[in-house]
């Protein structure tokens, strides 16, 4: 099912970071016919939709509502991307991330479901946990998993809700792994490290992360599978056209680095010597932190995805230099 203009397509969480990419995107292919659905509260993410282009725009509470009460008002969709979610991995409001990330995927998986409408979700790779029993998107038992943070429960919870139920076997959860880029200057504490090394190597000329405190990883050298947005993007495309690729996919560049050569890809992109230093991890961390993922995406690529992806220092030159530098979003590219 290619995703023509003709396309109408709902975008939750469209002003957000993956979710304001993924108009971008569709924009570049020549898809306008999109309601963008949000909550842009009190942060500034409402800059990331000022370049894009959409039919209209939705506040999530009250797409939520029509839902509930008269769902024909909304008239079919194609495609349902669904980013829309709080994605701090810090966030305590347990009541709050069982509204607004579980209870409100299975009510819009339903009513997609019921109008045979694509739909296409954010998991998360923060459902494995600290990765003991690896990183299978083909996992039989998902009861298995134990995630260490709320955030990453409220992801697990849908997708174990989406397995008992029977819808897994037709819709897509994406399992994003460390996703990075442009547009997500708004996230605060849940930037990627190369937005806020870029505003620490500006102000100070150097580069703060976290020592480790296990034994079996140096400091610098726990790992993570860092994937630039831009791949990110393509493959949630790619997914929502194969009606026949259904249930979790990693999403992740299946290579895991180390935070020094993120550091020093970052340094690289300004021409600038690496210097970094080490810091203690804050306490409230140190029992809930992954010290390496890496996503295994055979079954991505067994979808029939082919596409080559950016390698780190290409995607971290490509976000320095082409948007921290002038502070540009995605749609501001002359």
């Not at 620490?200 to 405190?213: A, C, N």
């Not at 999403?251 to 970094?276: D, R, Y």
């Not at 082919?306 to 082409?322: N, P, W």
């Amino acid at each position: 099912m290619p995703l023509t203009p003709e396309s109408r397509i709902l975008v939750t969480g469209g002003a957000g970071f993956i979710g304001s990419a993924l108009v971008w995107e569709l924009n570049r292919r020549g898809c306008e016919n999109i309601i963008v659905s949000d909550r842009l509260c009190t942060d500034e993410k409402w800059k990331n939709l000022v370049p894009l282009r959409f039919h209209d725009y939705m506040d999530g509470g009250d797409l939520e509502k029509h839902i509930r009460t008269s769902p024909e008002s909304l008239g079919q969709f194609d495609v349902i991307l669904h980013l829309g979610a709080c994605s701090a991995t810090t966030e305590k409001d347990a009541d709050y991330l069982m509204r607004n990330n579980y209870e409100l995927t299975k009510i819009l998986c339903k009513w997609a479901l019921e109008r045979d409408t694509r739909f296409v979700y954010a998991s998360s790779a923060a459902t494995y946990g600290d990765g003991e029993l690896g990183m299978d998107d083909q996992l039989a038992d998902l009861n298995s998993l134990r995630p260490l943070n709320m955030y990453g429960y409220s992801k697990h919870l849908f997708d174990l809700h989406a397995k008992r139920t029977g819808m897994l076997n037709k819709v897509v959860g994406m399992k994003y792994f460390n996703v990075y880029g442009p547009n997500e200057d708004h996230k605060a504490d849940m930037r990627s490290v190369v937005h806020k090394a870029y505003g620490q190597i500006l102000s100070t000329d150097k580069v703060q992360l976290f020592k480790s405190h296990r034994p079996d990883y140096k400091d610098g050298e726990q790992m993570r599978d860092f994937l630039y947005v831009k791949d990110a993007i393509q493959m949630t495309l790619h997914l929502a056209e194969q009606t026949d690729a259904n249930g979790l996919f990693n999403l992740g560049s299946g290579q895991a680095h180390t935070w020094v050569q993120l550091a020093q890809a970052i340094f690289a992109a300004l021409g600038k010597e690496p210097n970094i230093e080490f810091v203690d991890m804050p306490e409230h961390l140190q029992s809930k932190y992954q010290y390496y993922t890496c996503a295994d995406i055979a079954k991505l690529r067994g979808s029939g995805y082919t596409q080559e992806l950016f390698t780190l220092k290409d995607a971290v030159r490509d976000y320095v230099q082409g948007y921290l530098v002038g502070d540009k979003r995605l749609g501001d590219e002359k």
